[in-house]
Nanobody, 115 residues
């Protein structure tokens, strides 16, 4: 089993920045990729950014150039640096740990961007 816990959400004004963290614990050797998803009110959950165990990263078009995903393998922690935030980024952000057999989810952290 893998446990993931997000932190760092909050309220920020448009144009501002916020950083999220996701700490993983348990059988982390089964993880093949770590992802950030988000779900805005009334919308489906969407993939925001991904980082693989090899360090490759990818982003949704809507956040490219504004968000940066990174990790600290020594701390088993993943980060999402979010810059130039706008109200459309308002959502609950979820950490996801992907393995071959199962996806593990955190409870989410709310990010609210005011105009």
């Amino acid at each position: 089993q893998v446990q993931v816990v997000e932190s760092g959400g909050g309220l920020v004004q448009a144009g501002g920045s916020l950083s999220l963290s996701c700490a993983a614990s348990g059988s982390i050797f089964v993880i093949t990729a770590m992802n950030w998803y988000r779900q805005a009110p009334g919308k489906q959950r969407e993939l925001v950014a991904r980082i693989t165990t090899g360090g490759s990263t990818s982003y949704a078009d809507s956040v490219k150039g504004r968000f940066t995903i990174s990790r600290d393998t020594a701390k088993n922690t993943m980060y999402l640096q979010m810059n130039s935030l706008n109200p459309l980024d308002t959502a609950v952000y979820y950490c996801n740990a992907h393995s071959v057999l199962k996806d593990y989810w955190g409870k989410g952290t709310l990010v609210t961007v005011s105009s």
